[in-house]
């Protein structure tokens, strides 16, 4: 196999929406989280992020989808709470999230997650909706929801850690780094480079492109679904908390 360009997509800039770049590599299209300064969504990205990826899930030329984030200061940080300053906008927010997060988990197209730095918080359950996973030498998993004082990232954590490592990183913020992240199994590959990423990401990709689809959608399916369910179902009671703690805030002020 050929060692994969990581400048060398061929259709550009595909994306129609503000929040994210798409490009083509052959059968794999590459989706980059681009909203500086660390890639959090608001009501408008998630919108635009689930509809991006559910239409390269129904395009039969994609096989496999690499999702990075731009630049380096992180993959993700999940939802931009500064877009959280009213009533409506946490109503909002929160449908908007619950349906990327449904539209994600719902993708029969597999998932390289390059991650180009920390993923903190949503970015985390972002990260854990990938089947696959590589990371830069600076990356991270963080989720300090609790110390801002409300639940989030655990429904998805025990889809990346064990167990014991997802109760402290919810409880006494604990943030593993890429190389013991590495080692337990959460990441294939540890990088030193954004083009390193890049080219790690795209050859997994490429593997995973090349398999029969008559025995690939049904086997990740059937690996992936009791655990997606539970996630899911966890996410949603979170958001409710969420939405409860932040509209008695909103409205006690």
Do not use: W
């Not at 593997?207 to 689809?213: E, N, P, Q, S």
Request: net charge negative; charged share 20%; with cysteine.
């Amino acid at each position: 196999m050929t060692t994969p360009d990581p400048k060398a997509a061929d259709d550009g800039v595909l994306s129609g929406c503000s929040h994210l770049r798409v490009e083509r590599h052959d059968s794999v299209a590459v989706v980059v989280l681009d909203r500086p300064p660390v890639n959090a969504l608001d009501t408008a990205g998630y919108r635009c992020a689930a509809t991006e990826l559910a239409d390269l899930d129904r395009d039969d030329e994609v096989r496999a989808i690499v999702l990075t984030g731009a630049g380096t200061r992180a993959f993700s940080a999940g939802t931009d709470t500064a877009s959280l300053t009213s009533v409506s906008s946490v109503t909002e927010v929160c449908e908007a999230a619950l349906h990327f997060f449904t539209t994600l988990s719902a993708l029969d197209t597999p998932m390289v997650g390059a991650l180009n730095g920390p993923a903190v918080g949503g970015g985390a359950m972002i990260a854990a909706e990938c089947d696959v996973l590589v990371a830069i030498s600076t990356a991270n998993l963080a989720v300090p929801e609790l110390q801002l004082g409300f639940p989030g990232g655990g429904s998805h954590l025990k889809r990346l850690v064990p167990y014991p490592t997802a109760l402290r990183m919810v409880l006494i913020g604990e943030r593993p780094d890429a190389y013991q992240l590495l080692a337990m199994g959460t990441l294939a590959e540890v990088v030193d480079t954004p083009d390193a990423l890049r080219i790690a990401a795209l050859r997994h990709a490429q593997v995973i492109a090349g398999l029969d689809l008559a025995a690939l959608v049904p086997a990740r399916r059937i690996i992936r679904q009791a655990d997606a369910m539970a996630a899911l179902q966890g996410y949603r009671e979170e958001l409710d908390h969420l939405r409860a703690i932040l509209l008695d805030r909103l409205t006690s002020d």
